[in-house]
Structure formats: structure tokens, C-alpha cells
């Protein structure tokens, strides 16, 4: 069975302006979801949106993998107005309702993983037509006359003894394509329940809810660390390897300036079986040929979305996140610094990156930052 994901994005926002694209530890908001989508068992996932911005990040981003399209939301669908479903089938028309499964999944909700979206794929084998993420909760409810909803204020019940209620947080959807053809909703007669952590409830609608949510991500990422041998280095270039400075000419790029004793400090590296990956936001001809000199083989430049590429490369070269030694600087790096195994950030790194680093080196960035973090990789595997 053919089964496809769908993210509808809208350009326009009116809590949080610019809110899909807005990074969320470092990250634009809508690529949380992407991200667990495209390591789902999903067959392709679309973006559906009518922001240009989007489209351009998409299309150049996502280079290394066909299962991530991106299309053009009519601008009627993209309305403060216009529904979901109004989206939903507009798209499926668009491609011919080419599909078997359809999974509807929210930009707003970053705390979707892919283990939620093949839980909801697995319950439309087992029978059910549709699917609706949902979160348990023990609050107790009340109408507007003062009466309770979901229990007896007489007899209170204790938390561990009340059953609650369970919650739409709506982050994940799924239907048969028979369901959204014929009754043109989500949800069918048959509908399964997937069960959500309770974080995934809090919505984003306000700066503080942005901030909640924020704090919520970091400290599930740092959650999900272990302590495992380094088989891999991930660096940054600008404010790593270099001071962060660039000289320019009327022509471009002019000079960037590399400390000797890092290049030393990441062959040694390699010869204790440590592979070097650089992963960089910045398209530059001089980080190419730097990392041609120092023989480093595996070159990422123009990367936006960094944590979305490293667990790509991670899942398909066979070591996982905490095998990883990261170093960076800025918030593009958050991401990153708060998933691996290790993460480190030179001296002068930015005051959002040495917050949430393991290890904050003694040498600025430029400087030897690097080739004290080769330093402490080399001693902490001696452990292994």
C-alpha cells in the first residue's frame, strides 16, 4: 500500500507571525515534523504550502532524498478561513488521489516522532479506516453552570485512580483514501487511538507558548543521550574553525582564516578510527578546498537543516546520535548540540549554544577549539 504524508503550511499567521518557518531550537518549526516524517516508513511525504520561502528551502534543503515534495497551495486554501479538509482534498485531487493510506500531520506539533507515525500506519492494518493522535489527561473538566464533566467533586478521586480523559492534540492523522473520497474528512466510522506524550498537548499560539514548547523540546532531545564511544566528528566551519570573521572584495569571499594545529588535531583523529564530517549553513569555494586539504571526505555545505541531515546519515551509514561529537557555535547549531552523544562549543560560542553544550572548550573558536576537542575525544575513548 501506497502511503503518503501531508504537511499544509500557510504563509499567513496571526498568533505568531511567520511562525512555520521561525526556528525552533535552531530549526524552522515546520521541519520537526518533516524531519520524523521523511524517517517514517511513509512512502512520500508532500508539503503543501503557499509560502515561496518554503518552497526554495525544500527544494534545495532536501537534495539527498526523493521522498520529500514540495507543492503550491491555491491561495483560497490558504486562507484564515479555509479548512483542513478543504486543503486535504484540493491536494488529493491535484495528484489524482494517487495514494492508499493519506497522514495528515501538523507543522505545530515539533514533538510528532516517526515512531507515532508508523503506530498510526500500523492501526489501519490491524482494521481500523482512520486514526486520531491523542494525549491522556487527568484534569478534571466543568460546564459553564458549575456542574462537573468527568467527575464527583463528593468523592474526589485520587490521580492514580482516575481514568481522565483522552485529548485531540492534533499532530497526527490518518485515513484510508476510500474515507477522504467519499465521507471528504479525516476520520472514518473506524477510528483508532494513538496514544502521545503529554507535551505534545501544548499548542503554540503566543510567545510564551513558544517558549514552553522550546524548553519542552530541549530537554526531551538531552533526554534521549547516552554515553557511547565517538566514531564520529561533526563540525561546524564559520565560529569553529575560523573566528567567524570573513574578508570580502568587490568580487566575494576574499580570505578565511584556519588555525594549523586543528587540521593536526583531526589527523591524528582519524588514525584512532574517528570519522571528521563537516556540515556547514555557508556555500563557500575556500571551506571546499580547506576540506580538500585536509583529506575530510564527507563535505555538507549550504546545510540549513542540520539534525535532519545528520540522523539521515546516521540511518544510513549505520552509527547513531550518540556516537556523535558535535562542535558549534550559533543557534543553527541547537538542534545538534542538544541530541548527541557528546556536544561541545568553543570558548566564545554564542551564549544559546554554551547553555545547552556538554562541554565548553577552553579555546575560542579559530583558535585551537578544535584541536581541544580532539584532545578530549581521544581521551574520553580510551574508556571504550
Known amino acids: 500500500m501506497k502511503s503518503i504524508g501531508f504537511i499544509p503550511l500557510r504563509q499567513g499567521s496571526k498568533g505568531i507571525p511567520g511562525k512555520n518557518k521561525r526556528k525552533m531550537v535552531g530549526r524552522p518549526l515546520f521541519t520537526w515534523v518533516l524531519g520524523e516524517a521523511l524517517h517514517s516508513d511513509l512512502d512520500i511525504v508532500y508539503v503543501y504550502t503557499d509560502d515561496a520561502w518554503i518552497i526554495n528551502f525544500i527544494e534545495k534543503e532536501y537534495y539527498y532524498t526523493d521522498k520529500v515534495k514540495v507543492l503550491q497551495r491555491s491561495a483560497s486554501s490558504a486562507t484564515d478561513t479555509a479548512s483542513t479538509e478543504s486543503a486535504m482534498l484540493e491536494f488529493a485531487e491535484t495528484i489524482n488521489y494517487d495514494f492508499d493510506v493519506f497522514c495528515l500531520l501538523q507543522a505545530t506539533s515539533p514533538f510528532t516522532t516517526a515512531t507515532d507515525i508508523n503506530t498510526s500506519l500500523s492501526k489501519l492494518r490491524d482494521g481500523h479506516d482512520s486514526t486520531v493522535s491523542v494525549v491522556s489527561t487527568h484534569r478534571f473538566t466543568w460546564n459553564s453552570d458549575g456542574t462537573p464533566q468527568n467527575y464527583d467533586y463528593n468523592h474526589r478521586p485520587r490521580r492514580q485512580d482516575f481514568e481522565g480523559l483522552l485529548v ?130 564527507q563535505v555538507f555545505l549550504g546545510v540549513k537543516d542540520k539534525y535532519t541531515l545528520l540522523t539521515y546519515l546516521a540511518k544510513a551509514q549505520g552509527f547513531n546520535l550518540n556516537n556523535v561529537a558535535y562542535v558549534g557555535d550559533d543557534v543553527n547549531d541547537l538542534a545538534n548540540i542538544c541530541s548527541v552523544g557528546w556536544s561541545l562549543a568553543p570558548s566564545n560560542a554564542m551564549k544559546e549554544v554554551t547553555n545547552q553544550a556538554d562541554i565548553i572548550l577552553p579555546k575560542p573558536s579559530g583558535d585551537g577549539a578544535i584541536r581541544s576537542a580532539c584532545q578530549f575525544i581521544k581521551q574520553y575513548n580510551k574508556r571504550f
Open 168 to 297: 485531540e492534540n492534533g499532530a497526527v492523522y490518518t485515513c484510508t483514501k476510500a474515507v477522504l473520497q467519499h465521507k471528504q474528512n479525516r476520520l472514518g466510522d473506524k477510528v483508532g487511538i494513538v496514544h502521545m506524550p503529554e507535551e505534545s498537548l501544548q499548542e503554540i499560539d503566543s510567545e510564551n507558548d513558544w517558549l514552553v514548547v522550546e524548553q519542552l523540546l530541549i530537554a526531551r532531545q538531552q533526554g534521549l543521550k547516552k554515553a557511547e564511544k565517538i566514531t564520529h566528528l561533526v563540525l561546524d566551519v564559520d565560529g569553529v574553525f575560523t573566528d567567524g570573521t570573513i574578508t570580502y572584495t568587490k568580487d566575494g569571499e576574499h580570505t578565511k582564516q584556519f588555525d594549523m594545529r586543528d587540521g593536526m588535531g583531526l589527523e591524528i583523529l582519524r588514525q584512532f578510527g574517528v570519522t571528521v564530517m563537516i556540515m556547514t549553513s555557508e556555500r563557500s569555494e575556500l571551506v571546499a578546498k580547506r576540506m580538500q586539504k585536509l583529506q575530510i571526505e
